[in-house]
């Protein structure tokens, strides 16, 4: 092998890790630009579930509130009742 010839094979060689370099670089741009995208996906997922959670809590409170009137209703309904009954005896 001439140095001619070794200098080109070894030009080729570098060129071809050169490109390899390339490539990498663009597979790890990409993985990164996915561990971004998941993460934001991630931060809304967890948004929307704090959302549900508080809104969740909220119709227990509004829950609360209506079977506590209806228990009051029911007792207003029921007094008549109980005193018509003391009449009666």
Same mark, same amino acid.
Not at 72 to 82: D, I, K, S, T, Y
């Given at each position: 092998?001439?140095?001619?010839?070794?200098? /080109?094979?070894?030009?080729?060689?570098?060129?071809? /890790?050169?490109?390899? /370099?390339?490539?990498?670089?663009?597979? *790890?741009?990409? !993985?990164? !630009?996915? *561990?971004?995208?998941?993460?934001?996906?991630?931060?809304?997922?967890? $948004?929307? *579930?704090?959302?549900?959670?508080?809104?969740?809590?909220?119709? $227990?409170?509004?829950?609360?509130?209506?079977?506590?009137?209806?228990?009051?209703?029911?007792?207003?309904?029921?007094?008549?009742?109980?005193?018509?009954?003391?009449?009666?005896?």
């Amino acid at each position: 092998m001439t140095q001619a010839s070794s200098a /080109i094979d070894l030009q080729s060689a570098t060129t071809e /890790i050169a490109e390899n /370099i390339r490539q990498v670089s663009a597979g *790890i741009k990409d !993985v990164n !630009v996915n *561990i971004i995208e998941s993460s934001q996906v991630s931060g809304q997922v967890a $948004s929307e *579930i704090n959302d549900v959670l508080t809104e969740s809590r909220t119709i $227990s409170k509004f829950s609360a509130s209506v079977r506590n009137k209806a228990e009051e209703l029911e007792a207003v309904f029921v007094q008549p009742g109980r005193m018509t009954c003391q009449f009666k005896a």
